[in-house]
């Protein structure tokens, strides 16, 4: 296995992803929960309540508050009482981290090859591998390919997120940074086909379909209580679709479709999540409300 299909394999079946009908770990349905619902509903949930939206998604009492408390622990939320009842918000860290992701998941923008790309060119001393390795799973998390050991490339579009992503880690002396364009001399559809594991991404978007597409289909058709109201059908079936694709615009940073195989499956994987979402995004929120004491 080369070093792009381990690292795409690992981020893509971590949350055991790799099932057609998943059981997502409930830390990271409370993540997108918070993510996509949470900060509409005033930002604070009471534990209760929390627990009775997660058990929709067959997600019990238990692992509900053993998660949350990890995330407490990371830094994403934070504990609070409301008139007495117990309950958890988004901290600041919380805010940081899921503003910068609602751009990349809800925003999916696919490059254009005159858009050019964009390089890190790195050399971090052996005295410094922790630094190095937070540097790799950094740009790994980034969807950057890698083009040679210390050249790391991706999309010019995602330059910003780069260069903010090197401040945090304090790697400037290490680091180089390039806009770059392709002036010859291969095919650089046989590049990309290098620098990202194409075939696992493609695995994982028919995987999403192979579990979204059919939803959609049930609710076009009305097969599943007509036209989409507020309810835990519309809500648990808009939180899966949400979990599952917001890690797939870190692993394809939107590559540029001339340059992918015929057939890209990631074309009809976005546009069945985002008609998903436009359907049942407003009845999973009025849900939502409906449960959540503010």
Known sequence: MTENSERTHAAT???????????????????????????????????????????????????????VSRLKR??????ERIGGVAGYRLSDEGHRVLGEGD??????????????????????????RDRRHALRTA?????????????????????GQARRVLRDLGVEAYVELFHAEHLGFGDPAQAVARWWDLPALQD???????????????????GRAGTPAPGPEAFADHLRAVDAW??????????????????WAGSRAARVFFDLHALLRGPGLEYVRSTVRG
Request: proline share 7%; glycine share 12%.
């Open 103 to 128: 751009q990349r998941i809800f925003g999916h923008r696919v490059a254009r090859t005159d858009d050019g790309w964009v390089l890190v060119a790195f050399s971090v001393p052996e005295s410094e």
């Open 246 to 263: 917001r890690r797939m615009p870190y692993l394809d940073p939107g590559l540029p479709p001339e340059l992918l195989p015929d057939r």
């Open 204 to 222: 994982m978007y028919r995987r999403f379909l192979g579990e979204h597409e059919p939803v959609l289909r049930a609710w076009r058709r009305g």
């Open 74 to 79: 990371r830094g994403l939320l934070a504990s």
């Open 13 to 67: 079946t971590g949350d055991g992803t790799d099932d057609v009908r998943v059981n997502r770990r409930p830390r990271s349905l409370i993540v997108s929960f918070f993510g996509t619902y949470a900060r509409d509903v005033g930002g604070w949930v009471g534990v209760a309540d929390l627990i009775a939206l997660m058990d929709g998604l067959g997600v019990d009492a238990p692992s509900v508050r053993s998660a």
């Open 139 to 159: 740009l790994t998390r980034l969807g950057f390919g890698t083009a040679t050991a210390g050249v790391w490339i991706a999309p010019a579009h995602l330059t």
